[in-house]
């Protein structure tokens, strides 16, 4: 198993590691209704695979704030503990 050498790394589900974790925020106007909408998400630059091999380029995620993939197959986003 891939040790986490800092706490803004985190793995996925299916193996992948994940640096730069953070929580980011998307407001925008809808264009029907004229309302303000924001969406909160949690990125991540996944750098290595389930084999720890380095991807070259990293490449960056999204998923929900439970941790579920948004659009991507490199699996849900183990949370753990935040402290």
Not at 29 to 50: A, C, F
Request: charged residues 25%; glycine residues 8%.
């Amino acid at each position: 198993m891939t040790h986490l050498s800092h706490p803004n790394h985190r793995l996925t589900s299916t193996g992948y590691y994940v640096c730069a974790v953070k929580r980011g925020e998307l407001t925008w106007r809808d264009n029907r209704t004229n309302e303000l909408k924001t969406i909160k998400y949690i990125s991540g630059r996944i750098t290595k695979s389930p084999y720890n091999e380095s991807l070259h380029p990293a490449q960056w995620a999204k998923w929900r704030l439970d941790g579920r993939a948004i659009k991507h197959e490199f699996g849900d986003l183990i949370l753990g503990s935040e402290k």
